[in-house]
């Protein structure tokens, strides 16, 4: 007859047995670690909880040096809601990280602006090879698409075209076709640099005087936590519209709410006193040389609950110009 075992000896058994980890768990999770980033990179599987965020930022110092050594020299701190999160990666133009560009101009801008559509579509001929880029204008009734994403930028400058200079071009407000515009990201491969130039007078008078104000304007504000979801920097140039009427206070108006888009997307809004600008060239010299600096940052949220998830990004380099988004809603 077999003896069993004693009972001290039993019962440490049973807790060993209970203790140990389950080699299908630990076979998963070593599967999970292991996982590639899409670039041949291996990189640990996020935790339940918590997801990667990407959002698209801007470095430039004052003492002048290629984009790349900027984003490799600095360390670059991250906090979300106050909280330090962990820099997964970072993709900019010099790793070849690819540029989607949106262009939209508001139809019924002052004919003046139509002197400018030559230095658009050179300014699109010099992308990087590899941009997707799209146009369409910001008009009455709907948004028109004259050229859907494609990385034929001859093909993109060509489907440029005056704008009406019409009021009856006029649209709804140029918040609601920027945000339909925005949908259209849906389809560009994650890790890839997203901006739009928008050429817009930015005013929004649908709901009457006060939706002008950049505080008040409900598109506007639709419009911000559409780009922030999908990590596009919105870059705006002022253009008065026909029969505008020059009213300072909705000039101001305006203005500001171009300048509160770009500032809380991670762009940025030019502006030449409050008339239309003489030339469009200082403006596109400048946003090409912020295209060629700006680099797709990602990180690790910690933070899994639903709403608004503010942003911060510090340098440790006291003279660097950081721009990136304020933060961004989780629904």
């Known amino acids: 007859m077999k003896k069993g075992l004693p009972p001290g000896l039993t019962l440490l058994l049973l807790l060993a047995l209970a203790c140990a980890p389950n080699s299908h768990a630990v076979a998963r999770a070593s599967a999970g670690a292991q996982k590639g980033d899409g670039n041949g990179a291996r990189r640990p599987e996020a935790p339940r909880g918590v997801r990667p965020v990407t ?7 004052r003492e002048e040096r290629p984009s790349s050594e900027e984003v490799r020299t600095l360390n670059l701190v991250v906090t979300e809601d106050g909280e330090r999160q962990e820099i997964l990666s970072t993709r900019s133009a010099a790793d070849r990280a690819p540029l989607a560009l949106t262009l939209l101009i508001q139809d019924d801008v002052v004919s003046s602006i139509g002197l400018e559509i030559s230095g658009l579509a050179n300014f699109i001929r010099r992308l990087p090879q590899g941009s997707l880029v799209q146009v369409g204008y910001l008009r009455a009734g709907s948004l028109q698409m004259r050229q859907k994403f494609t990385i034929d930028l001859e093909r993109a400058a060509k489907s440029l075209r005056v704008p009406v200079g019409s009021a009856s071009a006029a649209p709804y407000n140029p918040y609601v076709q920027i945000y339909d515009a925005l949908k259209r990201y849906g389809g560009v491969p994650l ?112 933070h899994e609950n639903r709403g608004f998830h503010r942003i911060k990004i510090d340098a440790t380099e006291t003279d660097a110009e950081v721009n990136h988004p304020s933060g961004y809603t989780r629904k």
């Not at 959002?55 to 110092?61: D, G, M, S």
């Not at 505080?215 to 639709?222: A, F, V």
């Not at 888009?261 to 991670?266: D, I, M, S, V």
């Not at 469009?280 to 910690?302: C, G, H, K, M, V």
């Open 191 to 302: 890790g890839t640099r997203r901006a739009v130039l928008v050429i817009s007078d930015g005013l929004d008078l649908s709901r009457g005087f006060d939706s002008s104000s950049p505080g008040q304007s409900t598109d506007l504000e639709r419009t911000v936590s559409e780009a922030q979801r999908r990590s596009v920097a919105i870059y705006g140039i002022y253009a008065p519209t026909v029969g505008s009427g020059g009213n300072t206070t909705l000039v101001s108006n305006a203005q500001g709410s171009l300048a509160r888009l770009a500032q809380e997307t991670g762009g940025k809004a030019f502006f030449q006193g409050t008339g239309a600008p003489v030339s469009f060239d200082p403006f596109l010299r400048q946003l090409s040389d912020r295209l060629s600096r700006q680099f797709a940052l990602t990180y690790l949220s910690t």
């Open 55 to 61: 959002i698209p930022v801007t470095l430039r110092l």
